[in-house]
């Protein structure tokens, strides 16, 4: 009898970690209890130019692997037990002396397919979190369209997280946490980050995002109803919100509550590029009360190859009407009408 409950228990259990209720397709497990041992194997043998999702369930464990979703496995739903529970890890770095690998292999996880799914899953950077320190160590490099994460988390030190490099592309994170110190957020698409967790992992000196958006890219990075904390006393850690990599930058925090202290100019003033808007809108402390926000940069410069400096003016502010314009099936409906939040089990 104590067996017939369980097994019940484990099917609902299956079946409830589907985004849309219905059974995995394959199992993953360490111990050998299921399908395949190994994450890439269970992508690997997932049907090329899906138009349906292909749902691997993954048990408890820590998986020591690069993984690689190539361009024809699209649909690929990654479900893990929990994000505790879960973790993918790897240690390449793709910068600084010694071997150095490109983004495209040097990240934990690299996602070049449409349409991907992740859920309860720790992707990690070894590297980064154990040495606390540089060069670019990436848990998740996104070069697709159409991919969703949640409650998932996401850690390493420098350059945790790259997304899409194509203007226009677009994810959603949901319910997510992404750690990091130095341009932990970096790179372009129109990038939707509902209720997230920043963790800020170097006391001071550090930069959230640094993108590179194009001149034609839509709304670019959206940050809202976000937590920016950190370890310790959060209030002692000192962070800029970003720098602009490259091109034309676009990034907005709407409702962020945050526990640091971020320097009254909140953007640093040059990289590489010169943004066109940056500016949060209705940011408070960790008691509630809100931030001053007037003395917000609006004037960033770069120099040429020649030393020439070029400087620009960007807007720093949102008024409540625009703020309320950044959903997200405005910022993510494209010329398609995704809306990724029909996939997610609790959504309303």
């Known amino acids: 009898m104590h067996k017939s409950i369980s097994l019940i228990c484990s099917i609902l259990f299956v079946c409830l970690a589907s985004p849309s209720g219905e059974a995995h397709d394959r199992v993953v497990a360490k111990d050998g ?61 793709c910068g600084g002396d010694g071997i150095a690998y490109r983004p495209q292999y040097g990240a934990t996880v690299v996602d070049n397919a449409p349409d991907t799914y992740f859920e309860n899953l720790t992707i990690e950077n070894s590297w980064g979190v154990e040495h606390q320190g540089g060069p670019q160590a990436l848990a998740l490099n996104i070069t697709s369209d159409r991919v969703v994460l949640y409650n998932c988390r996401l850690r390493s ?4 997280f790259l997304t899409t490099m194509t203007e226009n592309n677009r994810h959603y994170l949901k319910d997510c946490e992404i750690e990091g110190a130095v341009d932990f957020i ?7 980050f509902d209720h997230c967790t920043l963790n800020i992992v170097r006391k001071s000196g ?11 890219t839509l709304w670019g990075y959206v940050f809202m109803n976000c937590t920016i ?43 590489g590029g010169l943004p066109k808007l940056w500016a949060d809108y209705n940011t408070v402390d960790a008691s509630g009360n809100k931030l001053d926000l007037s003395k917000r940069r609006n004037s960033y410069y770069s120099t040429d190859k020649y030393g020439n400096r070029m400087q620009c003016v960007a807007k720093n502010y949102l008024t409540s009407e ?27």
Request: hydrophobic share 35%.
């Open 322 to 348: 625009e703020a309320s314009q950044y959903t997200v099936e405005n910022v993510l409906k494209g010329n398609d009408g995704w809306n990724p939040k029909t996939l997610l089990v609790d959504s309303k």
């Open 229 to 271: 904390t950190a370890p310790g006393v959060p209030s002692e850690t000192s962070v800029w919100l970003g720098r602009p990599w490259h091109e034309r930058p676009l990034t907005v925090f709407i409702n962020t509550t945050t526990h640091v202290t971020i320097p009254d100019e909140g953007w640093f003033e040059h990289m």
């Open 186 to 192: 970096y790179g372009s698409g129109n990038v939707y």
């Open 157 to 160: 030190y420098q350059d945790t």
């Open 33 to 93: 209890s299921g399908d395949f041992t190994t994450i890439q194997a269970a992508i690997d043998a997932a049907p090329d130019g899906s138009t349906s999702p292909y749902k691997i369930f993954i048990k408890a464990g820590v998986y020591k692997e690069h993984v690689c979703i190539h361009e024809s496995k699209r649909f690929v739903y990654l479900i893990g037990e929990s994000k505790d529970a879960v973790t993918i890890t790897d240690s390449r770095v």
């Open 206 to 216: 550090g930069w959230i995002v640094a993108p590179c958006h194009p001149e034609r």
